[in-house]
């Protein structure tokens, strides 16, 4: 909402009066000088109560807070309660014109009143430029967390609060927890490795689904010794020699690999060792011993996922997450063992 259409909807509803050289407040019965940093607080004080849906009981301005032997005082003090004994919300403002040099102290000088007298939340606004932060204590001492805008009031504050401190959760954990981890050698290959095999696994399942089953669905005598599970390793096997092909060096050193006789019963053996997770951990969690949720008859008798009792089902253009989906289950797994098979060909070679 523009200044103009605000300060209409401010002056409708008696929240203030503009007398030229002041500006009265009624329902907070205070009145200042129309100054450049009036005329923001005016601005900032609208936005609460019209946008933000603050009651002006729970606002004061000029809310003393001791800083040492002085006090200094909040330009606008937000509270959860019409008694003003619980903090929610300081707001410092500085003139329209003020550049950022001015707006990073009005920070420090936030945060130093939260340091004294703490509250949820801070706004340090100068009309053009809004920074506002959500404070909480934690293991590592008051925390501040930089966020979009200042929160409504009222029950769409409480989810907003709910969602902000469901981010911050997750802001932090990231930071104590997997920012760290993600800067060692091993996990950054670990997942470099294992968004390569989801995207050939998407690729294979895709033709997969689009090509070779098709083929088979129509030649139905085959079904009598072929199952959807032979097919999906068709899905599995194909991505794991692409994943090998590209990262072959990676997995066996050129030293290593070098010679004509060598190098093909390394990349067998390598294809083997990789290609396990990918065909059999699929089998074992889709296999007959689940009992199936689409087609319980079929169950009895078949591994449900892989026979055609439940693939009949599906429309062809589902056919594609048949495959996928277990493939993607096995992903991480097959990840961690080509690491651990690189490592191996590595040390064995350091041993030779």
């Known amino acids: ?53 603050y009651p002006p009981t729970c606002i004061a301005f000029e809310h003393p807070v001791k800083m040492g032997s002085s006090y200094k005082r909040i330009d606008i003090a937000v509270f959860e309660d019409e008694q003003q004994r619980k903090p929610f919300l300081w707001v410092e403002c500085k003139r329209a014109d003020a550049g950022e040099s001015v707006m990073q102290e009005a920070i ?57 401190r469901f981010k911050h959760t ?23 490795i294992s968004l390569l095999l989801i995207v050939l696994g998407l690729i294979f399942s895709w033709l997969n689904a689009r090509t070779l089953t098709p083929f088979v669905v129509r030649k139905t005598q085959w079904l009598r010794h072929i199952t959807f599970q032979h097919l999906y390793w068709a899905t599995a096997v194909g991505s794991s020699l692409a994943a090998l092909t590209i990262l072959f060096n990676f997995i066996i050193p050129r030293k290593l690999s070098s010679g004509i006789r060598q190098k093909p019963v390394l990349a067998l053996f390598a294809l083997a060792i990789i290609t396990v997770p990918a065909v059999f951990i699929p089998n074992l969690l889709f296999g007959g011993s689940l009992e199936c949720f689409r087609c319980a008859e079929c169950a009895r008798t078949w591994d449900c996922w892989w026979m055609y009792a439940h693939f009949k089902l599906y429309k062809p253009s589902e056919w594609f997450w048949e495959y996928f989906t277990p493939y993607l289950v096995s992903v991480p797994l097959q990840a961690l063992v080509i690491l651990l098979t690189s490592w191996a060909f590595k040390a064995f070679q350091k041993l030779s």
């Not at 203030?16 to 900032?44: C, D, K, M, W």
């Not at 703490?118 to 925390?143: D, F, I, S």
Request: charged share 25%; hydrophobic share 35%.
């Open 170 to 192: 997750l802001r932090q954990f990231w930071q104590t927890y997997l920012a760290p981890q993600l800067q060692k050698e091993w996990l950054s290959k670990w997942l470099l």
């Open 1 to 53: 909402m523009n200044e103009r259409k605000l300060r209409e909807i401010g002056q409708r509803r008696r929240l203030f009066y503009h007398h030229g050289h002041s500006i009265e407040y009624p329902l907070l019965q205070q009145t200042f000088p129309a100054n450049p940093e009036e005329e923001v607080r005016l601005n900032a004080y609208l936005h609460l109560v019209v946008e933000r849906h």
């Open 108 to 164: 420090k000088q936030a945060f130093s009143y939260d340091n004294q007298l703490p509250a949820p939340y801070l706004w340090v606004t100068n009309g053009k430029k809004n920074y506002v932060y959500h404070c909480e204590w934690n293991g590592k001492g008051r925390q501040r967390y930089a966020i979009p805008e200042v929160p409504p009031f009222g029950g769409a504050r409480r989810r907003a609060l709910l969602l902000q």
